[in-house]
């Protein structure tokens, strides 16, 4: 496997801060993609010759995940199943490109259901790359379906499931680079502010209270970042005190963070 990295800013460029990032099969698309990145004076590329298996290798040990993934199609059997594992490895924010030999509307819609923002097939050419990757706003277009985060829930009525939820939200954020948020329903406190290091703002409490008022920052601003992947939504609320919250509260909530886009 072969690899380009493009940098316009003086000094090393970091693969692990890469914001465009495509593996492709063969050289005379990775030609296309180094033409295409120079024209439009893209910072922070990486481009590689290499197959689904070294895509999802170099996602699964970088830092963050690009804003930008195009990965090429040819050679696979199952791309369906193949594009599955890439989803474990890379964040619900990634923009995915895929790139093949196939003109076949069938895969096309398949593809858009499990959150591909476009699929190109080959010859590549710079043009074709203008027209599906916009530089300038930091998006993919035309594709406007968007990828979800996924819901783990823990219940238990024995006790030990903040550790084994907590435990499993540490894992994600630093084994798979993953933004897990961990939420916590019990409004009196919890063991996890303690074991995390950190006090909690009441922040469930104030997204169930403001139910109608929920849109991505909004949200955001509730969650107490333990490092730069695990966050926390909890409540500390005094023992005996109650609060009413509008049914429904909670799964609003949920929704709005399963939709979120990191940026």
Do not use: W
């Not at 699964?60 to 490895?89: C, H, N, Q, W, Y």
């Not at 823990?154 to 907590?166: M, Y």
């Amino acid at each position: 496997m072969s690899t380009t990295e493009i940098s316009f800013f003086k000094g090393k460029q970091s693969v692990r801060n890469a914001d465009f990032i495509a593996f492709v099969a063969d050289r005379k698309t990775e030609q296309v993609l180094k033409s295409f990145v120079l024209e439009q004076a893209m910072p922070h590329v990486h481009i590689a010759v290499g197959n689904m298996d070294h895509a999802i290798a170099h996602l699964a040990k970088i830092e963050r995940s690009p804003l930008f993934l195009l990965v090429d199609l040819e050679g696979s059997v199952m791309p369906l199943s193949d594009l599955g594992r890439l989803t474990e490895v890379c964040e619900p924010s990634v923009q995915v490109v895929a790139l093949g030999e196939r003109n076949d509307v069938g895969l096309f819609r398949s593809l858009l259901k499990i959150g591909v923002r476009d699929y190109l097939v080959k010859p590549l050419t710079v043009e074709l790359l203008k027209r599906t990757v916009n530089v300038s706003e930091g998006k993919v277009t035309p594709v406007t379906l968007a990828r979800a985060g996924k819901t783990i829930a823990f219940a238990d009525a024995r006790g030990g499931v903040t550790t084994l939820a907590l435990h499993l939200a540490r894992h994600l954020a630093e084994d798979t680079h993953r933004r897990v948020a961990y939420v916590d329903l019990k409004m009196c406190g919890s063991a996890a502010n303690s074991m995390l290091g950190m006090q909690s703002n009441n922040g469930l409490v104030d997204v169930l209270q403001n139910v109608h008022r929920l849109d991505p920052q909004y949200v955001e601003r509730t969650l107490v970042g333990n490092g730069s992947r695990l966050f926390a939504l909890s409540a500390d609320l005094d023992y005996g005190r109650t609060k009413a919250f509008e049914p429904g509260a909670l799964r609003r909530d949920e929704s709005v963070r399963r939709r979120r886009q990191d940026a």
